[in-house]
């Protein structure tokens, strides 16, 4: 149970997010729910590190944690980190870091977390 908490707490925040949302929860709450989504989506789910191999073809299926993140070999944190920098090969960007489903999804909390806190920034201004 510990270690499945710690590997997937990110999940259960944004089950918290969901709620937060539609119940209507204070907005910093809210904020607060989104950037650890974020967070954990970037830097902390597990997920396949996703780099290219050194034959050029092939992707690398070690564990790494976070959509932004490498496995253990520095040279693959700095080619993934440089593949979202430079988007120089859209399609191999998106086979790289997002091979399934499952890392579709992380990319997607990623982003959405991002959405969210900003959106319990901007929502009281707007509201006033
Ligand atoms: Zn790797």
Redesign the pocket.
């Known amino acids: 149970m510990g270690k499945v908490v710690r590997l997937y707490w990110g999940y259960i925040v944004v089950a918290a997010l969901v709620v937060g949302w539609s119940q209507r929860w204070a907005l910093p709450v809210i904020a607060v729910l989104s950037i650890g989504v974020s967070i954990y989506a970037a830097f902390q789910v597990p997920v396949w590190?996703g780099?290219v191999n050194r034959d050029g073809h092939t992707y690398?299926r070690?564990n790494?944690y976070g959509v932004l993140m490498?496995?253990s070999?520095r040279q693959?944190r700095w080619q993934k980190i440089k593949m979202i920098v430079m988007r120089s090969k859209a399609g191999d960007f998106s086979r790289a870091v997002f091979p399934t489903a499952k890392e579709k999804f992380n990319a997607f909390l990623a982003v959405g977390g991002l959405l969210s806190a900003i959106a319990a920034v901007i929502v009281p201004v707007i509201t006033g």
């Open positions: 590190c780099a690398c070690n790494a490498g496995c070999k693959h």
